[in-house]
């Protein structure tokens, strides 16, 4: 590519050269009348407004970049050598430097295969201990896990860094165990080495295999018993330390100093028996139960890893001359005009503009049928495109996307805990002391009374004691199976916004549901205009779409759509006043107009005789009727109906079938919501409640010791939502009350609440079969551990099978958590 060179002082003539946008790297033509702007004398060339922005607001961060090959500093807008790596842009000097970048990126880019370091600022937690907070990477001091970066992973992250370790000392410790093996047990199978080599090599081989394991291999487990004791934590960890380090030390000693030993010490042959393998074992077996439980914790973000490759990388944009170019996705701009093609993911959330296909949302709502879209409907960043082709208008880009806010809504919620977890916590804290005890009571008990050798008969017992009893699988039970459920639930359109609300979902009995856009669909249309005697159908309706285009309600839609429709006149409002609850009012044309329900008109004295009939006829229909006040008398009626969700009727019959009682909270009257009531099966009903009402009938219920929930969608229905035990915010909603609710339904029917209740039920199922693993290998484990069946069956329980023992539960409680992936909703 021929490029351009830049005359300082002067600005670039026009020329036929081809140029390099200095922000993405695209290559522009200076003739095509794109944006330029001219910085230090040099004028620079843009593909298009945002990178032109982009470079005006920090010009200095992309004149030049470096080679990451040499070193030299590359001027970004004449670079010829240019290439991508994983969608970001690097720049070479030559063409040697950008062979050898190409070649072997990762040399250049670091042990990561992402090619940017983590954020500056990003902050590390504990997964079973969000509580614990850090600035840099490192061991959580409660229970020692390794913590993880907050915030939302992205989608080409590289491997755990700790996985990577942990396997490579899993492989070393059982390459270095397995002849340690050999050598110890062999005699139990036929195969007699350590007469072949004698015993005294078979101790110094032991030694120098056994001796990398401990020393080298275990150090991440060492360093964390450590800390669980400086930081009075005790832990896991705390007992494998002691476990391993006591197996280990006494062998050492027993191998350099055997004379030191009392006859107590001697076993068969009279040597001091050592337990070499049984600490390089238990060392390799951990590892293999710890990179076994790293991999499934990774299988745990996959449903965030799915919903992040949902959206593509790149977004073809239309041109204000008509062209049309692939940018990548973060040069997109609220404004900008896409085309979708057949096949393509919607890059953004936006609107159709032109254009008529079907949309496949099943992986954001959960639902497989798919939707028509036309001009005017909305369009969700990371659904699929299935036939036709769309012109859509850009409108909410980054972290404004559904998309992105379901996926940092998922991501807190794994990293959310319940409370159950604290009774795991609480087990735990006093767990190990007592198992610390229990070994020194074991190892005493067996020093005096066991049979010869009993030094060495106590030693098994008080490192078996330790190494089987770590409660690894009492830690994992809970946050396993949170960070499952909300994968599992974000697939199905169900948003957890926290462990507690899925908990608590679990144990609800009563659930209150908002009618307008909850079992509605909350769009109503106009259906009638009665006018009172002497006043003029299109001047009732007028001056009432006049006094409601000052209103976001529902209602007010309807009726200023209604008007236009119907071709009346509209005119401006003053002293517009919204009345929470009851209505509006306001001055039309010189008119004193005020329009709502029965309350608003009492307040105003206006007498509703006269069409007290026609009110009742219409709410019987289940529409709602509003009065118009016009100078303080009564000017007419008009109603508008907003029809009933298709699903709403079998989504109630189902909750109910779950054991829920089902209230219906709506601020429209009794006669109207007994209507919409009847359709769907519903026997309890509170009409006419302000938003306070619907506050104080919840808290009214608790107080009774009812677990309430409140599913609703409007800002009226925020503090209600709040003040529930679960809140429940339709995701087509209002952003307060989906800010309010501890659980979200992105589609916005009922069907989402079945299947909330379904994961949440499940979920808690899971975790409590996970506490019974957990809780029962521990009872049962430790005296077994101890030596209590010696008395019966002559044998002790070996360390390396008690390591194996841990490691086994600890895998059964992680596949056990890892069934709700497959779980139907």
Known sequence: MTTLVHAPGAAQKATSFMVRDPVCGMTVDPNAGKPTVEHDGHRYHFCSASCHDRFVKAPVDFIAATDLVCGMSVDRATATHFTRHESKGFYFCSPGCQGKFEATPEKYLGDRPASEPMKKGTQYTCPMHPQIIRDQPGSCPICGMALEPMGVPTSDEGPNPELIDFTRRLWI?????????????????????????????????????????????????????????????????????????????????????????????????????????????????????????????????????????????????????????????????????????????????????????????????????????????????????????????????????????????????????APIQGLADRVSFYFVPTVVLVAVVAFATWAIVGPQPSMAYAIVAAVSVLIIACPCALGLATPMSIMTAAGRGAQAGVLIKDAEALERFAAVDTLIVDKTGTLTEGSPKLTDVIPAAGVDEAELLGLAASLEQGSEHPLAEAIVGGAKERGAKISATTGFEAVTGKGVSGIVAGKTVALGNQAMMDDAKVDLAALSVQADALRSEGKTAMYVAIGGKLGGIVAVADPVKATSKEAIRALRESGLRIIMATGDNERTARAVASKLGIDDIRAGVLPEDKKTLIDDLKAKGAKVAMAGDGVNDAPALAAADVGIAMGTGADVAVESAGITLVKGDLNGLVRARTLSQATIRNIKENLFFAFFYNVLGVPVAAGVLYPVFGTMLSPMLAAAAMSLSSVSVIGNALRLRTLKL
Do not use: C
Not at 215 to 244: C, D, K, Q
């Open 173 to 417: 410790s059982a390459v270095l165990s397995t002849p340690l093996l050999i050598i110890t047990m062999g005699p139990m199978v036929g195969l007699p080495f350590r007469d072949w080599i004698g015993e005294p090599l078979a101790s110094w081989l032991e030694l120098a295999l056994s001796t990398p394991v401990v020393v080298w291999a275990a150090i991440p487990f060492f360093h964390r018993g450590y800390e669980s004791v400086v930081n009075r934590s005790p832990n896991m960890w705390t007992l494998i330390s002691l476990g391993v380090g006591a197996a280990y030390s006494y062998s050492l000693v027993a191998t350099l100093f055997p004379a030191i030993f009392p006859a107590s010490f001697l076993g068969h042959g009279g040597t001091v028996p050592t337990y070499f393998e049984a600490a390089s074992v238990i060392v390799a077996l951990i590892f293999l139960g710890q990179v076994l439980e790293l991999r499934a914790r990774e299988r745990t973000g996959s449903a965030i890893r799915a919903l992040l490759d949902l959206a593509p990388k790149t977004a073809r944009r239309i041109t204000a001359d008509g062209s049309e170019e692939d940018v990548p996705l973060d040069q997109v701009q609220a404004g900008d005009l896409l085309r979708i093609r057949p096949g393509d993911s919607i890059p953004v959330d936006g609107i159709v503009v032109e254009g008529r296909s079907s949309l496949d949302e099943s992986m954001i709502t959960g639902e497989p049928v798919p939707l028509e879209k036309t001009k005017g409907d909305p369009l969700t960043g990371g659904t699929l495109n299935k036939n036709g082709t769309l012109i859509m208008r850009a409108e909410k880009i980054g972290a404004d996307t559904m998309l992105a806010k379901i996926v940092e809504m998922v991501a807190k919620a794994q990293r959310s805990r």
